[in-house]
């Protein structure tokens, strides 16, 4: 993918391609941003552009260069990633593993990368490197890192890729052009998720919403997930008819903190449609969390209208409060459900 069809970081990638067109690529770059925001995307496209042997400063996406790169076995590209990464991407298999993988990247992956960079490029003009998520080095890989850093290779761009830059030595930090990225759009975190899983647009903004937009929690949650979510909505939804119902959910779920506090989370984000419902039809269908159930929020919403809505989501929240605060997961549950049985 060349830069100019990166999405959704218009500022990123116009410093970026500045500064392949005004030939000022810097020594050293830290992509910081949120999970999601596709920074190793981008550095790959960077890449790629260094890498190109076409003339014109974006990649072509065909030469021998730009293939390489995409391919992952360009010759003076370097990607410095952690074992459980590594295991992760199937670019290691168990079996090459002494002990468990490890999620930290080491000094001895430092050291190799400073003997890789000080050889002279065989093909690029400059040699490149990119360290996944840099915050993961450990301090005395960060300071041998900043020896390089201190007096980087003649011809030789490195990235770190972070989402938690804060985490780096802050000397490491400063000797780094900082490219901030910005949060994904839960629109494209749904598109991500659509393409990355084959799930109908439908399901995939439903999973955005319900991770918040956040792609990494997206990518954990599971089609069981999320019928045991329906089952939850709807046990809850019809609640007013049944008071059985209340003592049910507070016996199956109570058992634990963590059953409680999965369906109180499910419905307070429930209670959050149908209030939104309640108040506006067309929000319902674009505001939702449980944009699948969009419908039965509006239905909800219209028997018994926003303020019963959040007196329940109040309760909800309350019990989550209370069970945090180490109370009695089943007695917080149930008193939860039964006062929105009996207000
Ligand atoms: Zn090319």
Known sequence: VPLRDIANQPRAVAILAGALKNDRVSHAYLFAGPEGADKEGCARAFVQALACERVSPDACGACDGCRRVAAGSHPDVTWILSEVERLERKLIGRSDLEGAPSREIKIGQIRELQSRLSLTPLVMRRKAAVIVDADRMTAPAQNALLKVLEEPPAGSTLILISSAPDVLLPTVRSRCTRISFAPPTLRAVAEAIGRERKLDPEAATLVARLSGGNSRLAAGITPKELEFRKQVVVA???????????????????????????????????????????????DARSASVHVDMADRAVAAGKRFGAMEALRRYDLCVEA???????????????HALLRMVYP
Do not use: C, K, Q, Y
């Open 320 to 334: 989550l409060d209370a069970i945090s605060r180490n109370g009695s997961p089943r007695l917080h549950l149930e």
């Open 236 to 282: 809850i939804d019809e609640l007013p008819r049944d008071a059985r119902m209340a003592l049910r959910l507070g016996e199956e779920f109570g058992e634990s903190r963590d059953g409680a506090e999965t369906v109180l989370e499910i419905a307070t984000s429930w209670f959050h449609d149908v209030a939104v419902a309640a108040s506006s039809e067309s």
